[in-house]
């Protein structure tokens, strides 16, 4: 028996990577680097197979670890090589929401996580004044004004997603606003089979998103006027009000679906 070593050490082995989880950690390496980037191809087989010094096999092999991850995308008998993809919020929210679907997680306790970092997020920007990050929501939101001025309501439903990231990327926190977005993702796709299986009449969403533009501009006011205190009161009670609108008709109680309905 080695020193040190109990007869549970067979258990501890150590694991020897594969030639092919090798080229795939260096071509990994490489895309999150930026050194390969969105879009680029990889050299064709025989080329990659010739600098790397490995099988045909062993190569894809490589592929398929990096297309499950969806780094590349392989299409098969193209001439090219395959196609870089950079790391992606919706693949993370993807993969999330499988594990939030095998543990039963409700659309109601999705929501209280949203819940949970936006007025912290409030409280953040208002005690700076914004620090000038709130330029770009202004800009945003004038965008969304003139989108139901021109009865463009679904590209204003599809900002409104879009102000909830810009608001948390605002705090410059890149975890907190990788957080946000994927939770954002997730509701995003609840909120699209909602619409279809609640439809409402064009004047209660004309009402409904002028409600919503008015309560956006008004806690961007209240950011920039320093009011702490307002701003975190007015935006919880905000969430709280579209939370008791997308949970509504037992919506709440089902289940969060990663794989679509």
């Known amino acids: 028996m080695l020193y040190g070593m109990d007869d549970d050490s067979t258990s501890q082995r150590i694991h020897v990577p594969k030639t092919s989880e090798i ?12 050194e390969l980037n969105e879009g680029d191809s990889l050299p064709p087989e025989g080329q990659l197979m ?3 010094g490995i099988s ?27 196609k ?4 992606s919020v919706e ?36 005690t700076d004044k914004g620090a000038g990050a709130t330029v770009r929501l202004r800009n945003l939101l004038a965008d969304m004004e003139r989108m139901l001025d021109e009865d463009r309501h679904d590209d204003f439903i599809d900002h409104v997603e879009h102000f909830h990231q810009t608001l948390v990327a605002s705090t410059g926190l890149k975890t907190l606003t990788f957080m946000s977005r994927m939770l954002l993702n997730l509701a995003g ?3 699209s089979g909602y619409q279809k299986r609640h ?26 006027a320093g009011r702490v205190e307002d701003a975190v009161a007015h935006w919880r009670l905000h969430l709280h009000n579209a939370n008791a609108t997308w949970t509504s008709d037992g919506e709440g109680q089902r289940v969060v679906e990663s794989l679509g309905s």
Not at 58 to 78: K, M
Not at 84 to 87: G, M, Y
Not at 97 to 121: K, M, N
């Open 23 to 34: 080229v795939a950690d260096k071509i990994r390496a490489q895309i999150i680097r930026g």
């Open 189 to 191: 796709k609840h909120q």
């Open 84 to 87: 870089v993809h950079k790391p």
């Open 50 to 52: 010739d600098s790397l």
């Open 91 to 126: 693949l993370v929210s993807r993969y999330a929401g499988y594990v939030l679907e095998s543990q039963g997680t409700t659309i109601f306790d999705l929501y209280q996580a949203r819940l949970a970092i936006e007025p912290s997020v409030v409280r953040w920007l208002a």
């Open 199 to 224: 439809p409402r009449t064009r004047e209660f969403r004309l009402k409904a998103h002028r409600a919503g533009l008015r309560s956006y501009q008004k806690v961007v006011d209240l950011i920039e």
């Open 56 to 82: 045909r096999p062993t190569l894809r092999e490589a592929f398929r670890i990096l297309e499950a991850e969806g780094l590349i995308s392989v299409v098969r008998g193209s001439r090219t090589g395959a």
